[in-house]
T-cell receptor, first 115, second 112 residues
Framework: EAGVAQSPRYKIIEKRQSVAFWCNPI?????LYWYQQILGQGPKLLIQ????????DSQLPKDRFSAERLKGVDSTLKIQPAKLEDSAVYLC?????????????FGPGTRLTVL | GQQLNQSPQSMFIQEGEDVSMNCTSS?????WLWYKQDPGEGPVLLIA?????ELTSNGRLTAQFGITRKDSFLNISASIPSDVGIYFC????????????FGGGTRVLVKP
């Protein structure tokens, strides 16, 4: 079974530029998550989708971050414009259901550096 | 908001040693999970705990869900070089829709 796919793996941009990340979850997983992991810290949830609907985006900085999952499968996360403090690894995860075990399957992440 | 504190923040291991790390919370959780993250990879689930007092093993790993539901510990027995990495605890509360709160991690390194 293929795991969670993310691209690109690395991205370097200058502040005030825009950037987008892509995630393809494990086939059949209804729930998709985007996390931000700053160096030396644990992952922090940015947004959670159930199919193509948003379940939780309470920690998403909506003035600059946006995310969509139009067909309930893959998802994109966008930052516009980027700030220096956005430098982090952006992890995508998926799970087969929205309640119960709590187990989430993570992709390898996209490492973003903002100069 | 909820905060999970992991200790120690880092530790050195020597092959064959047993190591222990823990996680405490200011809030109650109904589920505790332990993940391991290798460099350049996403976290991978090691053990999940669903009941206060539960003790669960996965090979050389043993984890327990604290009675107060505010803490958990992870033990690694007879450590080997591939145990190096960052270990994260994560808590989930009830009908939060699988929303996980992660600790800051314990970095396990090999003694030089």
């Amino acid at each position: 079974e293929a795991g969670v796919a993310q691209s690109p793996r690395y991205k370097i941009i200058e502040k005030r530029q825009s950037v987008a990340f892509w995630c393809n979850p494990i086939s059949g997983h209804a729930t998709l998550y985007w996390y931000q992991q700053i160096l030396g810290q644990g992952p922090k949830l940015l947004i959670q989708f159930q199919n193509n609907g948003v379940v939780d985006d309470s920690q998403l900085p909506k003035d600059r971050f946006s995310a969509e999952r139009l067909k309930g499968v893959d998802s994109t996360l966008k930052i516009q414009p980027a700030k220096l403090e956005d430098s982090a690894v952006y992890l995508c995860a998926s799970s087969p259901r929205s309640s119960g075990s709590g187990e989430q399957f993570f992709g390898p992440g996209t490492r973003l550096t903002v100069l | 908001g909820q905060q999970l504190n992991q200790s120690p923040q880092s530790m050195f291991i020597q092959e064959g040693e047993d190591v222990s790390m823990n996680c405490t919370s200011s809030s109650i959780f109904n589920t505790w999970l332990w993940y391991k993250q290798d460099p350049g990879e996403g976290p991978v689930l090691l053990i999940a705990l669903y009941k206060a007092g539960e003790l669960t093993s996965n090979g050389r790993l043993t984890a327990q869900f604290g009675i107060t539901r505010k803490d958990s510990f992870l033990n690694i027995s007879a450590s080997i070089p591939s145990d190096v990495g960052i270990y994260f605890c994560a808590g989930m509360f009830g009908a939060a829709g699988n929303k996980l709160t992660f600790g800051g991690g314990t970095r396990v390194l090999v003694k030089p």
